[in-house]
Structure formats: structure tokens, C-alpha cells
């Protein structure tokens, strides 16, 4: 089993920075890749980040480059998610995900975390 915890969500201005963590536990070897979904009000759930644990290679969907950065910290085996230049789109309950083998799909994931709310103020 993995265990994911999201944190670092909240209200933000638009323009802002702010930087989700997710702390992984149980099983979470250098196997496991992670991402970084979000879900707007009314909207499906999508991809913004991946991240392949061992390696460090990086994917991101094309709406959010060059604003988002997905990181990770092996010693302390948390995922990080920094978001640059926050707009009112951006404002949504952001989930990081856990599988042996990086996917942009949400059925790929088995282990998630509760997600954190981000809302971006204009």
C-alpha cells in the first residue's frame, strides 16, 4: 500500500506563487512515478505533472508549461508541485497520484491522495 498526503493549498492572488507537497509512505520505492492532477468545478479530472521518481524526468501538459514545476525529494520522499503565475484558471482541488509506471490517464493511478483546494483571487 502508498499513502499520499497532500498540503500547501490555499488562497492565493493571481499572479502569486504556491507550492503543493504530497508525502508519500508505505511502498513508495524509487519504482513508483508520480503525478499531479487538478479538477476544476465541473470539470474532469487532468494531468498537469509527472514525474518519474528514479530517474527525475519530467511531463507536463501543455496548458500549464513554464508555469508549473513538478519536483521530488528522495530523502524526505515527497513529491513537490510549484505553481508560477497562478490565474483564476488554475483554481482547483489539486491531487497527487501514485503507479509503478507513469501515465497521463486518471484510471492509470492506483493510489491517490485527498487533495488539496487551490483558489486563485483576481
Known amino acids: 500500500q502508498v499513502q499520499l498526503v497532500e498540503s500547501g493549498g490555499g488562497l492565493v492572488q493571481a499572479g502569486g506563487p504556491l507550492r503543493l507537497s504530497c508525502a508519500t509512505s508505505g511502498r513508495t520505492s524509487s519504482t513508483y512515478d508520480m503525478a499531479w492532477f487538478r479538477q476544476a468545478p465541473g470539470k474532469e479530472r487532468e494531468a498537469v505533472a509527472v514525474?518519474?521518481?528514479?530517474?527525475?524526468?519530467?511531463y507536463y501538459a501543455d496548458s500549464v508549461k513554464g508555469r508549473l514545476t513538478i519536483s521530488r525529494d528522495n530523502t524526505k520522499r515527497t513529491v513537490y508541485l510549484q505553481l508560477n503565475s497562478l490565474k483564476g484558471e488554475c483554481t482547483a482541488v489539486y491531487f497527487c497520484?501514485?503507479?509503478?509506471?507513469?501515465?497521463?490517464?486518471?484510471?492509470?493511478?492506483?493510489?491517490w491522495g485527498q487533495g488539496t483546494q487551490v483558489t486563485v483571487s483576481s
Open positions: 514525474i518519474n521518481w528514479s530517474a527525475g524526468i519530467t
Open positions: 497520484a501514485a503507479e509503478r509506471l507513469a501515465a497521463w490517464y486518471v484510471a492509470k493511478y492506483s493510489y
